[in-house]
């Protein structure tokens, strides 16, 4: 007769370890010949009064049970095993900012769009100059405004002024590199007349269009003081004095110069400087 070991272990599930470490069922599939023999280990049960009746259905239903073990519970855990592996895990992707370092550069650039202005002061509206000759609020043709961020000592910018001594005249400018941190000016006298050397000036920062910038409500100042040139001694023709540097933290597209006082006040004519470059942080 077949012990209990021959009748049932063939059909408990064995586990091994899986490819990634998870229990994977090595499960026994039984031919028809070994299901067969098997079922023939039952009819080897003596019918004898050796083993009574309720012997006999437990030996039975155990058989059945280890049966439907060896072939529920191996799918069972092998479903789980291929979901647990399937699982898609959830991430949160966190947005990063990238902060662009800022390079310290001349802001003013030959060919930026510039305009000459006239009869105003930091915080009031403007009136645009032209070209002329000995007419007031005008320049001469070949001492335009954009002579003076050309980076060319032999050019410059002269504005003759509401009244013949260059007060309250300047530029605006809109500089091509685009939004920046004025932060610096450096100015360059002209080739003669050092009456007519600017002293100090205003500058304001905008980022109104282009069409508004006439308008005194646009700007908004972030300078006021000298241009660098000193009002008693002659730094001489030509020349680049030292930069002026000042605190500011605001980004604007454009910048308003003006100038509120020149060398020689009742010089007759204007204001005149080779140079008058804005630097700053892009």
């Known amino acids: 007769m077949p012990t209990v070991n021959e009748l049932f ?6 586990f091994q370890p899986g ?33 009574s009746l309720s012997n006999k259905l437990l030996i039975a239903g155990g058989l059945f049970l280890c049966v439907c073990t060896a072939v529920v519970v191996p799918v069972f855990i ?5 979901q647990t592996r399937s699982t898609t895990t959830n991430t949160t992707t966190v947005p990063t900012t990238t902060t662009r370092a800022l390079n310290y550069t001349q802001v003013t650039l030959a060919g ?30 070949t001492e335009n405004p954009p002579n003076c961020i050309d980076s060319n000592t032999n050019t410059k910018y002269l504005n003759y002024g509401a009244n013949f001594d260059g007060y309250n005249t300047g530029f605006y400018v809109m500089p091509q590199v685009g ?21 100090t000036i205003t500058i304001e920062g905008s980022n109104a269009a282009a069409s508004l910038l006439s308008q005194g409500s646009s700007w908004t100042l972030i300078y006021n003081g ?13 020349t680049y004095v030292q ?23 009742s010089n007759g004519c204007c204001v005149q400087y080779s140079e008058s470059r804005i630097y700053g942080y892009v």
């Open 78 to 82: 092998t479903h789980y095993v291929n």
């Open 112 to 141: 930026d769009p510039i305009a000459g202005i006239y009869n105003a002061a930091y915080g009031g509206s403007s009136t645009n100059s032209s070209a002329g000759s000995n007419t007031a609020g005008t320049y001469p043709s």
């Open 179 to 199: 939004s920046s941190i004025a932060t610096g000016i450096l100015f360059a006298t002209g080739n003669d007349h050092s009456e007519r050397d600017p002293i």
């Open 19 to 51: 490819p990634t470490g998870e229990p994977t069922p090595a499960i026994k599939v039984l031919s028809s010949s070994e299901i067969n023999t098997d079922l023939n280990k039952l009819h080897e049960i003596p019918s004898s009064n050796s083993l």
């Open 9 to 14: 272990y063939p059909y408990i599930p064995q």
């Open 226 to 238: 000298s241009t660098g040139i000193s009002p008693t001694v002659d730094p001489g023709r030509s």
């Open 243 to 265: 930069q002026q540097n000042f605190t500011n933290t605001q980004a604007y597209t454009s910048y308003r110069v003006l100038v509120t006082s020149v060398r020689t006040a």
